[in-house]
């Protein structure tokens, strides 16, 4: 067990529609990630939050958007949502942002858009 | 931009018996880290290893170790003594500096699926 916690474990949606995908980082952990992971584009960066502000944006989709709140825990939204969105979306997060800071990741939110 | 090649989709072993896991890099930094997790057929990210690009000794944790050649661009993976359940795929990543931000996203291989043979 990681520390990091994510829900919905599984989500199941129709095209077009918005979902919301939940993350707890470890206690302590101000850094928190999000990865895509699907079958054609493998494991992707998605965006990072710091301490509640955004400090890095990968592929992330304009339909896409996240937040950390003040307790440090963060949501990734997804709307509009197309049948290619369907991925296992991850959750890591890490005390720091330096680049030997190991990033600890949650179970997973699978998506599958109908 | 940074860049993780790992040349081995599959893999098999017998168990018990040692495996090596590829994996080269591309960066034009000085400064990064290199990872390793593993992610069995449950999918969740197992972390492994870390090997910072300037520490001087290989990385070890228990079974696994981490054969670090800066000059070649390489941290390949050992697993000894293999258990049925290191079947699993493994990835290897790199810690990616987005430029003015100090953050540090990881960039992953496309990863090596390794199966365990009794």
């Known amino acids: 067990d990681s520390g990091v916690t994510q829900t919905p474990k599984h989500l199941i949606t129709a095209t077009g529609q918005r979902v919301t995908l939940r993350c707890s980082p470890r206690?302590?952990?101000?850094?928190v990630y999000w990865y895509q992971q699907s079958l054609d584009q493998g494991l992707q960066f998605l965006i990072q939050y710091y301490n509640g502000e955004e400090r890095a944006k990968g592929n992330i989709l304009e339909r896409f958007s996240a937040q950390q709140f003040p307790d440090l825990h963060s949501e990734l939204n997804l709307s509009s949502l197309e049948l290619g969105d369907s991925a296992l979306y991850f959750c890591a997060s890490s005390y720091g942002q330096e680049s030997y800071n190991e990033q600890f990741f949650g179970p997973g939110t699978r998506l599958t858009v109908l | 931009a940074q860049k993780i090649t790992q040349t081995q989709p599959g893999m098999f072993v017998q168990e018990k018996e040692a495996v090596t896991l590829d994996c080269t890099y591309d960066?034009?930094?000085?400064?990064?880290?290199l990872f390793w997790y593993k992610q069995p057929s449950s999918g969740e990210m197992i972390f492994l290893i870390y090997q910072g690009s300037y520490d001087e000794q290989n990385a070890t944790e228990g079974r696994y170790s981490l054969n670090f050649q800066k000059a070649r661009k390489s941290a390949n993976l050992v697993i000894s003594a293999s258990q049925l359940g290191d079947s699993a795929m493994y990835f290897c990543?790199?810690?990616?500096?987005?430029?003015?931000?100090?953050?540090?996203?990881?960039?992953f291989g496309k990863g090596t699926k390794l199966s365990v043979i009794p």
């Open positions: 960066t034009s930094d000085q400064s990064y880290g």
């Open positions: 990543a790199m810690s990616d500096p987005y430029s003015g931000a100090g953050s540090y996203q990881l960039t």
């Open positions: 206690s302590g952990d101000l850094s």
